[in-house]
DNA sequence: AATTTGGTTCTCTTTTTTGAGAACTAAAAA
DNA sequence: TTTTTAGTTCTCAAAAAAGAGAACCAAATT
């Protein structure tokens, strides 16, 4: 047995998070790894450890892994003379993925402005309020860089 | 036929949104739904005009509306003398939109809180991690007002 | 009273997603 | 060389999602 302990309201939480994750899109099996990888006390586990701890099949297992990672969201590490990958969450990395959210919201934008450009010029009011939209999208990001700086300094 | 003519370029921008709502984790019909009433020049259809132009069944129509105005994300109007109802998109309540948005946020930071205070006191860096990351999210929507304000000062 | 309208709801397929488990594989160890 | 380790890939079944179409229904019309 490989399973690690947790808690009952550590498991509790793995399936929070884990559904939490899932409404984001994100399929099942890898929402739970991505949840277990975030509330495990040990923050590097192995493919079995992970297997074992949310008793998934190896299949499921190596299929979810390889797509966390293909996606940049986990990373592992390895130990010399160890043959076995330990996986991690790639939470030192969170400015980073902050960033491709908001990357993703300005495609958004790109797609709206599409939009407005083939609307016709008559629904006066229903094109001020996308033209609104795409402003506002475009104000945030282009911000991004100021709210971050801001926020460093206020700090607690 | 009650379907509404669209030029090519009008159908193959409701499939780009459509696929990019469904990627939101919107279902087939009702994301066909949101972004036909999103770029039909007419802004109020009928049942039967969104389920001609898109080529649905009636069920499938009936139970896309009836998700789609039980999550606000669309609403109807009628006509005096007329007993169907224009299904419109709600483009003019963008801004409480975009408020639900960061109101989601925020019961995410929750989610990352409730986390952190389960968390064990060793593995330091991770959870410095996690508070500053819960701490960049709370910081960004108490900050909502103010860019909005900014943002409609500075707005060309 | 009978019919039409504007849907809603039920049943049943079809399709898609998810994941189990066995077979397989490459590298390392024995 | 044989075996073990650490997965990967293949095949298949179960389950969930999506939607078609018919039956149904209440309000309005004829």
């Given at each position: 047995?490989?399973?690690?302990?947790?808690?009952?309201?550590?498991?509790?939480?793995?399936?929070?998070?884990?559904?939490?994750?899932?409404?984001?899109?994100?399929?099942?099996?890898?929402?739970?790894?991505?949840?277990?990888?975030?509330?495990?006390?040990?923050?590097?586990?192995?493919?079995?450890?992970?297997?074992?701890?949310?008793?998934?099949?190896?299949?499921?297992?190596?299929?979810?892994?390889?797509?966390?990672?293909?996606?940049?969201?986990?990373?592992?590490?390895?130990?010399?003379?160890?043959?076995?990958?330990?996986?991690?969450?790639?939470?030192?990395?969170?400015?980073?993925?902050?960033?491709?959210?908001?990357?993703?919201?300005?495609r958004g934008a790109d797609l709206l402005e599409e939009i407005?450009?083939?609307?016709?010029?008559?629904?006066?009011?229903?094109?001020?309020?996308?033209?609104?939209?795409i402003?506002?999208?475009?104000?945030?990001?282009?911000?991004?860089?100021?709210?971050?700086?801001?926020?460093?300094?206020?700090?607690?």
């Open positions: 047995m490989e399973a690690i302990n947790l808690t009952e309201k550590q498991k509790q939480l793995v399936e929070k998070l884990g559904v939490n994750t899932e409404k984001e899109g994100m399929p099942p099996a890898p929402a739970r790894i991505m949840a277990l990888l975030m509330i495990s006390p040990e923050l590097e586990l192995t493919f079995d450890q992970i297997r074992e701890t949310l008793n998934l099949s190896k299949s499921a297992t190596s299929n979810a892994l390889n797509m966390l990672m293909n996606t940049d969201r986990i990373d592992y590490i390895t130990k010399s003379g160890d043959r076995k990958r330990y996986f991690k969450n790639r939470i030192g990395s969170w400015k980073e993925s902050i960033q491709q959210s908001f990357h993703k919201l300005e407005l450009e083939n609307r016709p010029q008559h629904t006066v009011d229903f094109n001020e309020n996308l033209k609104d939209i402003s506002f999208m475009r104000y945030v990001t282009k911000k991004l860089p100021t709210i971050y700086a801001e926020w460093q300094e206020n700090r607690e």
